[in-house]
């Protein structure tokens, strides 16, 4: 089993930035690839980045790339989103998610059938 704990969420304005944190523990994280999920009200729940184990492959949806930027440091069980340039539609509740490495192709992270693993989230609120 893998536990994870999302923080650093919060109410921001429009072009702010905020950084997501997500605390894995119960095994070897670096095991494990990893990603962020966002779901707004009355949304599906929708790929917003991916990390693969060894913290080299990233993969990130249309509508945040060149905006966020995902990392990991596997030393402290930890992984983080950093947000910039925040827009109103990034307004949603943040999930951490984890995985056994697959070492797949890309798009096999924006599923979120493919994580075992769930964290409770975090809210991030833009406002305009």
């Known amino acids: 089993q893998v536990q994870l704990v999302e923080s650093g969420g919060g109410l921001v304005q429009a072009g702010g930035s905020l950084r997501l944190s997500c605390v894995a523990s119960?095994?070897?994280?670096?095991?494990?690839?990893m990603g962020w999920f966002r779901q707004a009200p009355g949304k599906e729940r929708e790929f917003v980045a991916a990390i693969r184990s060894g913290g080299v492959f990233t993969y990130y949806a249309d509508s945040v790339k060149g905006r966020f930027t995902i990392s990991r440091d596997n030393a402290k069980n930890t992984m983080y989103l950093q947000m910039n340039s925040l827009k109103p539609e990034d307004t949603a509740v943040y999930y951490c998610?984890?995985?056994?490495?697959?070492?797949?192709?890309?798009?096999?992270?924006?599923?979120?059938?493919?994580?075992?693993?769930w964290g409770q989230g975090t809210q991030v609120t833009v406002s305009s």
């Open positions: 119960g095994r070897t994280v670096s095991n494990y690839d």
């Open positions: 998610v984890a995985a056994w490495a697959r070492y797949a192709m890309g798009s096999y992270y924006f599923d979120r059938h493919n994580y075992d693993y």
